[in-house]
């Protein structure tokens, strides 16, 4: 668009962007996508490792991107677009995305290994956790259910976010239920071993010996030492390369063959007819058709052989061979055929120009095919050579990280069984132990986290509002901004500078611009972290306009959200001069709290001004009348319309005023004349007092109060503390009794929104209930599971606390998020608690039995889950300071949630349950 305009314009004109936030919501929309795919690899990393089974690993992966290309039709049909809100649904969703299907999956796989034949096994595996799994997504989505209701900001942010995620967990049990288990119920390795697969891959290119040289060393187990490994690991990786070398010189080799036999063939083709001619003229019995289409035929070229590991048929041209088909037919129909066939043959001799125009497309389309095939192939093999690089450097470490893992979760194995049998004969201490920490967090710990509407989002850019006295000309309003701004260029991080001074009085203009406010935009560079730069600029300006007198000034940032600033108070009062007074005290002292920066009130200096003050007395004596007085005087300095002079189809005003002399000071205004026309004249100094003084800069009603506003920035502190703070001060100070004061701004709007949340919160808990006791049919084990709850709030609070993360609607979205995942874990083990029992089980040995059965996929879940979420809290890129803290309180709620949920939840049962 720049461009387009500065073609126009002339050759000493250039025209450059000041500030574009499409390039901040294009590096959220990226990193959003990033931290998806690198969450979505992370997850599918825990399956591999817990599973050991590639084939499975691969059935549950699908599950992610089917889950996710499923969502974008309903999110269509909703007008939901693609933006960071609802892409961030997509990441925080894309660790649960797996949640159903390892459900699915294992239960499939426990079922096969009791003994089940296959589709037996999918088919009551499924049936087991069925149930289980649909109650569970369901919980999830029925926590945002009442995001509806939630009022404030947090319910026009959030919007698109909680509609993305419901749609792709409906997605999700769709896969899981239908595509899961129909993938399982496939045996892949009978397919494999009837069609010999290893013995066909070992003839292709993409065969690479040194991959079966060191998986051959790793099958032997305990029998090849590390050393061994360590030597044959090296060894092929250097032989790697020179396998992918050789591959590539035979696939253009190949290349130059198929060019080469192409070629041939079109020169036999063209020269068949003559060479034909020749040996039926020397009566011999050599069939030039025979001979091509055997060449044709050939797969091999000369002695070369390897172009049959690229495609058996890559040398053989089918085209050639159709050709020289159809004309051999034509033959044998005319030595066959009687005399009218005969003639109708030769009646039909124009026919083999459409033959052959159809063997040169068929040929050239053949032709084309088999250079796309040796393309793709390189493409593949080189493909290939990385991964098994890959594998070659990274089997150690994972071979490492598989033993440990095992090695620990062996040892989680048999020390778990243990811990819930103690924790079933001590259930008094355990769940007073767990009451003790839950009361310790939120009576403790919970009041020492702050809170704040919304993280401050850094988009590299931001502005410096300057204020100077009412009454200054632009141009030295300019001129002070010179100064300012050489100093911040010549900052580090600085990318570029603009700045306006004076403004155009618009509409939409507010009442306290004018000539003396100026406004630099400030956009700084993106070589290291965006928000330390930023902060650091911020710091060291502040710092040095401290030095500047005779003006005031604040830092904003660029609107990405509609909100006020951080504080705002406002005190009404009708008494303009005390309302001034208090304002400018009240700037003063809270310019001594700690993390409160840019104070400004809105009540400044105001322009002067001429004010009449008439004596009313004195006019009733004279027999004058005030308004007919006040119209004089304003008729004669400003002026009056006393006719209209018409040229044509033209009206002009006729404007009747004193001479410029006769007004232009104070001395002038007095000797006015308020009675023309009498006898006896009276000046404007006989009946009225008349005085310079300064009027008020503007006039700001609030609920019709008049009102004074005194807004301010937080920065290293939260905004609840810094709130309470600024009451205290308010408390303190001395008010006329028809003065009152109000904390405002985005505090006002935390207060709006975070209510609105709570009442979700209680709403979205009720509703997991509702649907629990519709899946179990019975009241008092959804109050088991409702018990997770209070367990992940006691992770979240340590979270916040350990991190600083003061509460936010973000924070709070994550928890109504978690009050919905955390509750699936125990929907899983008490519904297998319950089928253990049916089978006539006792309380406390289904309890243990469903623990240990139940464990593996609880933990699959939580890992997959956590480190989903792993990248998005970890908040790196534009934009992360939304998406982190959300993130922050869904991993640490659910770590802790699940770690007492296995130890917590059966001890709850098995009070609660009374029945053996």
Known sequence: MTNFIAYNLPDNTQIETLSDQSIFIQNSVDEVKNTAIIGGVLAIMVLFIFLRNFNATVIIGIAIPISIIATFAPMKIFG?????????????????LVDNSIVVLESIARCRDEGDKLIAATIRGVSEVGGAVFASTLTTIAVFFPIVFVEGVAGQ??????????FSLLASLAVALFLIPMLSSRDINVFASKSQLSQVLKRNILYFKSEERYNDVLSRGEKSSRQEKILAGLKNLAMTPVYLLLKIIELIASLLFVFVKAIILLVLVLVAPIISLFFVFRKSGFSISTYISSFTKNPVFWKFRFVEQIWASLLVFESVHVFFESFAERRKKYKQGSVWQKIWQVFMMALPIFALIKFFIF???????????????????????VIILAKLIFTVPAVLIISLFNAGYGILERVYPGLLKKSLDNRLAVLGGVTVVFFICIFLIGPRIGSELIPEVHQGEFNLEVTLPVGTPVEKTDQRMIAIQNYINAQDGVAKVASVAGTDKTANTSSEEGEHTAKLTVTVTRERSVIDTEEELIADLRQEMAGFSGLTWKVSRPALFS????????????????LQSLSRELEETLKDVPGLFDIRSNIQRGNPEVQIIY???????????????????????????????????????VLVQLREGDRESIANLRRIIVNPGDPRPIPLEAVASIRVNEGPSEIRRVDQQRTAIISANVSGRDLQSVSQDIYSILQNTQMPPDFSFELAGQNKEMATSLGSLQLALGLAIFLVYIVMASQFESLVHPLVIIFTIPLALVGVVLGLFALNIPVSIVVFLGGIMLAGIVVNNAIVLVDYINQL?????????????AGKARLRPILMTTLTTVLGLLPMAIGLGDGAE?????AITVIFGLLVST????????????VVDRKE
């Open 80 to 96: 939901v677009s693609l933006n960071i809100m609802s892409l961030g649904g997509l990441a925080l969703g894309i660790g649960m």
């Open 157 to 166: 942010i959030f919007g698109d976010m909680a509609l993305t995620v419901v």
């Open 363 to 385: 040929f050239l389309l053949e032709s084309i095919g088999k250079f796309l095939h040796i393309v793709f192939t390189s493409f593949a093999v080189v493909i290939k050579a």
């Open 563 to 578: 909100f006020k600033t951080p504080v705002e108070v406002q005190i009404h009062g009708y008494n303009l001069q005390r």
């Open 615 to 653: 004596n009313r007395a004195l006019l009733s004596k004279y027999d004058l009348n005030i308004r007919n007085v006040a119209s004089i005087v304003r008729n004669k300095i400003r002026g009056d319309v006393a006719t209209e002079f018409k040229e044509r189809d033209r009206r002009i005003d």
């Open 837 to 849: 029992r049916e089978r006539g089980m006792d309380k406390v040995k289904a309890i243990i039995e």
């Open 882 to 886: 939304i998406r982190t803290p959300m």
């Open 899 to 910: 770690v007492l949920t296995l130890v917590v939840i059966p001890t709850v049962y098995s």
